[in-house]
């Protein structure tokens, strides 16, 4: 007797217990798997260290023209990123990033069946159209409107300096071997060797102005 | 146990005080700010992808980026949530309690109005935390105020309501309309002695640029005049008035007109709006970045 009477009284918390426990626990999540991957001791960096500073891209990047503001958004190792503008209105964002934290990203392209300005160029969703340049950097543009389309994607990645770009070094693991015919740049990059340029003599890097306003990274 | 940005952007609040007095700003900045809260539902209104896989392949990159240190993107986030813990002390949860059960004014009787002098310390702190965190996710150095004024003229949405908010609920509610020079002026005669006792500027101070109070207070007051311009203007354009903002915050607080010190109070202590907007700011910028690297 006296042993139900203390189960009776258990009862109630024993229940709270239960409850308090599982209310703490958050519900599984699909993205638990890469929070487990990317945090605790030993956990890969985001950024490859010996990823482009992404104030160096900041001189292949379009400038303003016509009713089109271009302007500075993000600038990370490895990344920079820049607004495109017209009346106030966010039409799309323009990017420059190193596949070298990503190998993935420049994988995608190696069945890249179409070329921008002689680079093997994919879609990517619906919004996004991107070129990959010596084999490590991937220029992207997404659009932002509804009114900014494929051609209008493909027409602005015809305004960066990808012939500039092609000059920084190339991928320091080559991942893919171009499947299409690159008229103006090299179909495949030797590791850590300066491009070459279509005319097939090795030019000195250029520095280019950068424009202005331009952003510093931070470290 | 890391923090994980897919939970703390699911956890933001739809409703709540926070939320109510943020939308009273959409009088001053109209449609700037429509709450965006879920970390797959920021990803779809951010890049307009639909695609389950592509969401996930954006916000998994996104994820990465937040929990690699070296990004920013953590102690920007704690910038955001400290300095407003740390502004509000005060029982944010008792007032919950009293809400409802008594008068508004039943509980400000329990409430003493900050100082002027917090209050005016706790502007500049939080001015410099948004440059310092802005900077932080964006990638611009921390202490390069030029640089942050020319993004800060193009900042939109849930950056540029935080913006309003700190104008309004940090500055003309509690100072007045001339709340900027009223502030500059005291942050001038001020000296680090001034700082050892606000807990604003203590939660946050580690990640002040300066090796010492009397350079972070520097920092501050040069942050404060580069930016006193922005503030003036954006008071001006968007007609910004002690009173309108009183009316638009009575829809909710009762009996707050008559007691414009006690709701700067108030407002410090249950109006999360740095967390809130801070958080969805760090949120759109993980993921511009993530669509455009993956």
């Known amino acids: ?219 | 146990m890391s923090k994980k940005i897919y939970e703390i952007v699911d956890k933001l609040p739809t409703g709540g005080l926070t939320v109510r007095a943020l939308k009273t700003l959409d009088t001053v900045v109209p449609g700037q700010w429509n709450n965006l809260v879920g970390f797959d539902n920021t990803i779809k209104t951010v890049t307009g992808e639909t695609d389950e896989a592509m969401v996930q392949a954006i916000g998994e990159r996104a994820i990465a980026l937040f929990n690699d240190k070296k990004q920013g993107y953590q102690s920007a986030l704690w910038l955001y949530h400290t300095v407003d813990s740390a502004s509000g002390l005060l029982g944010a949860a008792a007032l919950a309690n009293r809400i409802g059960q008594d008068t508004f004014l039943g509980f400000l009787k329990n409430l003493s109005p900050k100082p002027e002098k917090a209050q005016t310390i706790d502007l500049a702190v939080k001015l410099v935390t948004e440059v310092v965190a802005f900077c932080k996710i964006s990638g611009i150095p921390g202490d390069s105020l030029g640089d942050f004024l020319a993004a800060l003229g193009d900042y939109s949405s849930e950056s540029l309501v935080r913006m309003a908010a700190l104008v309004s609920f940090d500055g003309i509610i509690p100072l007045g309309a001339d709340f900027s020079t009223k502030a500059l002026n005291a942050i001038k005669g001020m000296g680090p002695g001034d700082l050892d006792n606000n807990q604003t500027f203590k939660g946050v101070k580690a990640e002040i640029p300066g090796g010492n109070d009397k350079a972070k207070l520097s920092f501050m007051t040069e942050s404060f005049e580069s930016t006193k311009g922005w503030m003036d203007h954006f008071v001006r354009d968007h007609n910004i008035t002690q009173s309108g903002l009183v009316d638009n915050l009575g829809g909710f607080i009762e009996g707050s007109k008559s007691k414009l010190d006690y709701l700067g109070a108030f407002l410090d202590m249950s109006v999360k709006y740095y967390e809130h907007t801070g958080t969805q700011t760090l949120a759109r910028r993980l993921i511009e970045r993530a669509v455009a690297e993956i």
């Not at chain 1, 490590?136 to 300096?161: C, E, G, I, N």
């Not at chain 1, 008229?183 to 950068?210: C, H, I, M, N």
């Open chain 1, 1 to 219: 007797m006296t042993f139900t009477r203390w189960l009776r009284r258990l009862a109630p918390l024993m229940v709270c217990l239960v409850l308090l426990v599982t209310a703490c626990s958050s519900a599984p999540s699909k993205y638990d798997q890469v929070q487990k991957d990317t945090t605790g001791f030993g956990s890969p960096a985001a950024v490859d260290k010996k990823a482009e500073k992404g104030g160096t891209f900041n001189a292949f990047f379009p400038g303003d023209q016509g009713g089109y503001k271009v302007i500075p958004y993000q600038e990370k190792k490895g990344f920079a990123e820049y607004k495109l503008e017209q009346d106030g209105k966010a039409l799309a964002m323009l990017t420059i990033s190193d596949t070298t934290s990503i190998p993935a990203s420049a994988a995608k392209y190696s069945t890249a069946t179409e070329t921008v300005s002689g680079f093997p160029t994919v879609d990517q969703g619906t919004t996004a159209t991107g070129v990959l340049v010596n084999d490590r950097y991937q220029v992207k543009v997404l659009s932002r409107d509804p009114s900014f389309t494929k051609a209008d994607r493909v027409a602005w990645l015809q305004k960066f300096d990808l012939q500039g770009l092609a000059q920084l070094k190339g991928a320091i693991n080559p991942v893919i071997t171009p499947t299409v015919a690159l008229p103006e740049s090299p179909t495949t990059a030797t590791p850590a060797a300066p491009a070459r340029p279509k005319d097939g003599f090795k030019l000195p890097r250029v520095q280019l102005p950068r424009p202005s306003p331009s952003l510093q990274p931070a470290s």
